[in-house]
T-cell receptor, first 113, second 112 residues
Framework: EADIYQTPRYLVIGTGKKITLECSQT?????MYWYQQDPGMELHLIHY???????EKGDLSSESTVSRIRTEHFPLTLESARPSHTSQYLC????????????FGEGSRLTVL | GQSLEQPSEVTAVEGAIVQINCTYQ??????LSWYQQHDGGAPTFLSY????GLEETGRFSSFLSRSDSYGYLLLQELQMKDSASYFC?????????????FGSGTRLLVRP
């Protein structure tokens, strides 16, 4: 089993609040990713990182930001949450040179009221 | 741009065989992956095809034809626990990096 953890699993907050979704992996993977997925829909890449101090925006524009200060940790932050941010956020990782296989966390389901 | 197409829903009977197709249009194509996701769960990796042909892993097989921009996932001896969503995902090189772009998923319902 993959060792990648996300907290919180579920979060309900009010508009305007700042939130941080945590993601940690214990596999020593260089590459980490954040995907956004609405129920029954495809996964959209919103951020990725190829190593410490490396972060890039993905294909879907997002108001969230990420940081990668340690290899194992890749948190996602929303400075001011809005109802349009309601979604599931999935963190994933893989080892450099391994093609096509991502290990996903269980996801953080965010509801903004 | 990038696009992937797969059927939205497929229904099959327990013990049967089902094929889920995926067609894609993408630049910088490197390979095709398949993922399974149960309701409320995380996507889990099933297979990856970097070359044309068939890859077999137990009850699951995956096929790729680069010339046809087409692949499929074949599930044999279907079990009730196979009811889930199945996503094809293209591995493509874009902007000096490799990315995994997901299709919209096929919801498989296995009936007794």
């Amino acid at each position: 089993e993959a060792d990648i953890y996300q907290t919180p699993r579920y979060l309900v907050i009010g508009t305007g609040k700042k939130i941080t979704l945590e993601c940690s992996q214990t596999m020593g993977h260089d590459k980490m990713y954040w995907y956004q997925q609405d129920p029954g829909m495809e996964l959209h890449l919103i951020h990725y990182s190829y190593g410490v101090n490396s972060t890039e925006k993905g294909d879907l524009s997002s108001e969230s930001t990420v940081s990668r200060i340690r290899t194992e940790h890749f948190p996602l932050t929303l400075e001011s949450a809005r109802p349009s941010h309601t979604s599931q956020y999935l963190c994933a990782s893989n080892r450099a040179g391994v093609a096509g296989e991502l290990f996903f966390g269980e996801g953080s389901r965010l509801t903004v009221l | 741009g990038q696009s992937l197409e797969q059927p939205s829903e497929v229904t099959a009977v327990e013990g049967a065989i089902v094929q889920i197709n995926c067609t894609y249009q993408t630049s910088g194509f490197y390979g095709l992956s398949w993922y399974q996701q149960h309701d409320g769960g995380a996507p889990t990796f099933l297979s990856y095809n970097g070359l044309d042909g068939l890859e077999e892993t137990g009850r699951f097989s995956s096929f790729l034809s680069r010339s046809d921009s087409y692949g499929y996932l074949l599930l044999q001896e279907l079990q009730m626990k196979d009811s889930a969503s199945y996503f094809c995902a293209v591995r493509a090189r874009m902007d000096s990096s490799y990315k995994l772009i997901f299709g919209s998923g096929t919801r498989l319902l296995v009936r007794p």
